[in-house]
């Protein structure tokens, strides 16, 4: 008989926490029957389709929603995001209960939803998990929730993503292609990021590519768009972008595991990020030099920019960074350690 999973996620879209069950979905093992339980839809209901049965509620079909969730007959009651632990935590469900941590509590809802609200967020969404098997996305994250919340329960699994697949790449001459993707918002701190390039690109054969959009794009579209800095706007396939790119950069103010890094690392591409826990996290799970990291000023910034610009050996980085994500970062050992969670509770 099939061990019986239900995976609960806020929707169907493309988003960070969704992707990442979306993965952990397609790369279990075959003798799991899974089923999803979605509080919305969206444009990957396809693809989590080919692997599990979906159900969609409205988020006010509440009773519905926990009937179906207590009566199912699953084994393992896995939720995603705090809206969907919620629904777990008021299912009263009588088998094992996980949720995935994927960022840092209050840090991240501060500052995405405001200080009151997100501080709110925080606590409600620590207290519905209290008692569930709880997966940190990365170790940062793992030790931040034993060492700040005294949460019991608690191991990391890091964030693991697909390998791209293979497409010709396009040499660019002497030029150096530097690439952001993400959310262009204050939390991610694209402005820095660009702010540094205009000052440092003077007389580089350099370029910035921007992919992504959000609430701070039309300002920075107005401000820093130039011959030298190029916005591409959302997409649902960056890799085709990116593909021909050379490194990757992130200033970001506070991270989970970021999947924009090592799906960059996946295709071969270094990185310079700002100095927070789960980017050092990153740069020291590989003992050969994959990228830099930065002291969150501008001008450590762009003394990264100078370093990278200038090694002389930028075949190696990018090796070093794929090499990383295929030994600590990729989909198949991402699932199989949720796997070995599984059979172990």
């Known amino acids: 008989m099939k061990n019986k999973i239900l995976f609960i996620v806020p929707s169907l879209k493309n988003a960070g926490p969704v992707n990442v069950c979306l993965t952990i979905i397609k790369n279990l093992p075959d003798f799991y029957d899974i089923e999803v339980l979605a509080l919305n839809d969206g444009e990957r209901k396809g693809e989590f389709a080919t692997r599990a049965k979906v159900t969609i509620f409205k988020r006010t079909a509440i009773l519905q929603a926990l009937k179906f969730i207590r009566k199912g ?56 998990i209290r008692h569930f098997y709880k997966v940190a996305c990365s170790n940062a994250v793992m030790k931040h929730c034993v060492s700040h919340h005294a949460m019991k329960k608690v191991t990391a699994i890091p964030n ?30 694209v402005q820095q990021i660009l702010e540094a390039f205009e000052i440092w690109c003077q007389g580089k054969r350099a370029e910035l590519h921007i992919i992504g959009s959000g ?45 924009a890094l090592i799906e ?63 030994k600590n970062y990729s989909a198949k050992k991402m699932a199989l350690s949720y796997s070995e969670l599984y059979q172990e509770i």
């Open 73 to 128: 007959g699953f084994s393992v009651v896995h939720s995603h995001c705090t809206v969907s632990d919620i629904f777990n935590y008021f299912s009263f469900a009588s088998v094992p209960q996980v949720t995935t941590i994927h960022n840092y509590f209050e840090v991240d809802f501060v500052q995405t939803k405001g200080f009151v609200k997100g501080m709110l967020e925080g606590l409600v969404g620590r207290f519905m």
């Open 160 to 189: 693991g993503v697909e390998q791209p697949r293979s497409l010709q790449h396009q040499h660019h001459g002497n030029v150096v292609h530097y690439f952001y993707l993400g959310v262009l918002n204050k939390r991610k701190n």
């Open 215 to 259: 609430t701070d794009e039309e300002h920075l579209r107005s401000r820093f768009n130039n011959e030298k800095v190029i916005f591409h706007g959302s997409t649902d396939q960056p890799y085709s972008l990116y593909k021909d790119f050379d490194c990757f950069i992130s200033a970001s103010h506070a991270e989970g595991l970021p999947l």
């Open 264 to 326: 960059s690392m996946a295709s071969g591409k270094t990185f310079i990020c700002s100095d927070i826990e789960p980017h050092r996290e990153v740069l020291n799970s590989w003992e050969e030099k994959s990228g830099f990291l930065f002291n969150k000023t501008t001008s450590g910034l762009i003394d990264c920019l100078d370093e990278h610009y200038f090694f002389n050996d930028k075949a190696s980085l990018s090796l070093n960074a794929k090499n990383n994500y295929s």
